[in-house]
């Protein structure tokens, strides 16, 4: 059994900063990428930024510059920090990952959690 577990989500003034984690928990033999989504309402979840491995990064253009995604391996752990947060980065940020147990690989979804930006 494999947990994903956000934390970190938030109202906050367009311009702010919100730092989002994630951490992995369970049967985990190894993680292969992490990354964040993001869901507004009426619109597809649509893929934030990833991290590999081996740390490389991939970010969506409209945040590149403005947001950083680091994993802690030891920790089993995603950040997201974001900052100069804008009315359109409002949604709910969810984690996934590509996790190896015991018995199978597959991706593990977090339960998701609110961003709002908003004066």
């Known amino acids: 059994q494999v947990q994903l577990v956000e934390s970190g989500g938030g109202l906050v003034q367009p311009g702010g900063s919100l730092r989002l984690s994630c951490a992995a928990s369970?049967?985990?033999?190894?993680?292969?990428?992490m990354g964040w989504y993001r869901q507004a309402p009426g619109k597809q979840r649509e893929l934030v930024a990833d991290i590999s491995s081996g740390g490389s990064t991939n970010y969506e253009d409209s945040v590149k510059g403005r947001f950083t995604i680091s994993r802690d391996n030891a920790k089993n752990t995603v950040y997201l920090q974001m900052n100069s947060l804008k009315a359109e980065d409002t949604a709910v940020y969810y984690c996934k990952a590509g996790i190896l147990t015991r018995t199978s690989l597959g991706d593990h979804w977090g339960q998701g959690t609110q961003v709002t930006v908003s004066s």
């Open positions: 369970g049967n985990i033999f190894s993680i292969h990428y």
